[in-house]
């Protein structure tokens, strides 16, 4: 690296503020004054997104996951299509400038007496899936999912109607729901509060020799549809990044796969992203000593994409 490249890099740490790259590089991250701190400055988008910027601007990390570092990796975790020279593109922009703290509104509790309700709590007041409900509708018409899957994801109890006619998928930790993705038409996120472990699904229960790991609940159950749920198989979904707690639940699965000799199956989408959580996938077969696969849908879809295309066609 040149002594000219090497000057760019430390301006760039010098000049660039996380909080500025935050507001400005994607949108919606905003301020949560009264939960933030002169050193630690809670940004939220969403339900269950939080990013705290620490250091004077200088470091950040997810406060849901185990992302962290400076301005560098934070572009990249914001779109991890970027790779280095991109990054010192996008960075360029945002020399000198300086975050303007937009206040996030504070989240309405659904329940003035429990205001801060865990996502299991939540997930026990809401009605099982059941054909013909607003979530059934949505995950058979928009997302091409046969009823013989949603049945299954019924009796397993891995999606119920949530609210406003969304389609919930719970996450478990031993048994029990520990975070709730949401998706509908118009809203994709997650209830606030919990901890990513796996979202699971399969007949297979505890018999499994074969685990595919997605990165969406709806892949999970898009490529269950696509294989006939294999009898041998659980489907798995990480909800996008590995934090902690999913990491965990992956190295309890591999451990009990290499107990019989099984395979671990990377089915992520065919994109950099989904190619990136591949070769972490791999990595940990390797560490447990277990067979790997990768299956990858047609260039830049997923396997919902490929559900979905066989129906129109």
Not at 284 to 302: H, S, Y
Request: charged share 25%; aromatic share 8%.
């Amino acid at each position: 690296m040149s002594p000219s490249a090497d000057a760019e890099l430390d301006l760039f740490r010098q000049s660039v503020n996380c909080a500025a790259v935050l507001e400005r590089m994607v949108g919606g991250w905003k301020l949560d004054l009264r939960q933030s701190t002169k050193r630690a400055l809670k940004y939220r988008r969403g339900e269950g997104e939080i990013i705290i910027v620490n250091h004077d601007g200088r470091g950040w990390w997810d406060a849901t996951g185990s992302a962290k570092g400076d301005v560098f990796n934070l572009v990249q975790h914001l779109d991890p299509s970027l790779n280095f020279g991109a990054v010192r593109k996008v960075l360029r922009g945002f020399i000198g400038i300086t975050p303007t703290y937009p206040e996030a509104d504070r989240p309405r509790s659904l329940d003035p007496d429990k205001p801060d309700r865990s996502p299991g709590e939540r997930w026990a007041d809401r009605p099982p899936l059941r054909r013909g409900d607003a979530a059934w509708t949505y995950l058979a018409e928009s997302r091409a999912i046969p009823d013989a899957v949603l049945a299954g994801a019924a009796r397993g109890d891995c999606v119920r109607l949530g609210a406003y006619g969304s389609a919930w998928f719970a996450h478990r930790w031993n048994s029990i729901v520990s975070h709730v993705e949401t998706r509908s038409r118009t809203y994709k996120g997650s209830l606030r509060g919990g901890r990513k472990t796996l979202f699971q699904f399969g007949e297979a229960n505890d018999a499994f020799r074969r685990v595919v790991v997605l990165e969406a609940p709806i892949d999970a159950l898009s490529l269950a549809a696509i294989e006939r749920v294999r009898a041998d198989t659980l489907y798995v979904a990480t909800g996008g990044g590995m934090g902690p707690g999913t990491l965990e639940a992956l190295r309890i699965t591999l451990t009990r796969l290499h107990e019989v000799a099984g395979l671990l199956v990377s089915a992520t989408d065919a994109n950099v992203v989904g190619d990136r959580y591949a070769q972490r996938h791999a990595a940990l077969a390797t560490e447990a000593a277990v067979a790997f696969q990768r299956l990858r849908p047609p260039e830049g879809q997923d396997w919902n994409d490929v559900l979905v295309q066989r129906r129109k066609a």
